[in-house]
């Protein structure tokens, strides 16, 4: 069992910078992949970032050069880091954990989620 626990949103002008962090539970967070989604009013929820137990990322198109992914195992915690903010970024932003050695970007992958934290973007 992995509980997930989000931080670091909230309001923040275009072209601004957010760091988001999720604390992870458990032993075993170095076997787990960890996915960054978000889910704006209305749409369903899109795939933004991922890293692997290895450090292996990927990035969805509209965020890569953009946003970045890390993980510090020794702490239980991965970040994605957000610069270049634009207001189309707006949404309430979730982490996920897999137990896999791939990184997925089907969010029907993700086992364990946290409860998300808000990102406003203002123009």
């Known amino acids: 069992q992995v509980q997930l626990v989000e931080s670091g949103g909230g309001l923040v002008q275009a072209g601004g910078s957010l760091r988001l962090s999720c604390a992870a539970s458990?032993?075993?967070?170095?076997?787990?992949?960890m996915g960054w989604f978000r889910q704006a009013p209305g749409k369903e929820r899109e795939f933004v970032a991922a890293?692997?137990?290895?450090?292996?990322?990927d990035y969805a198109d509209s965020v890569k050069g953009r946003f970045t992914t890390s993980r510090d195992n020794a702490k239980n915690r991965v970040y994605l880091q957000m610069n270049s903010l634009k207001p189309e970024d707006t949404a309430v932003y979730y982490c996920?954990?897999?137990?896999?050695?791939?990184?997925?970007?089907?969010?029907?992958?993700?086992?364990?989620w946290g409860q998300g934290t808000q990102v406003t973007v203002s123009s």
């Open positions: 996920a954990a897999d137990r896999t050695y791939t990184i997925p970007r089907s969010a029907r992958e993700y086992d364990y």
């Open positions: 458990g032993r075993t967070f170095n076997n787990y992949a």
């Open positions: 890293i692997g137990w290895s450090g292996i990322t």
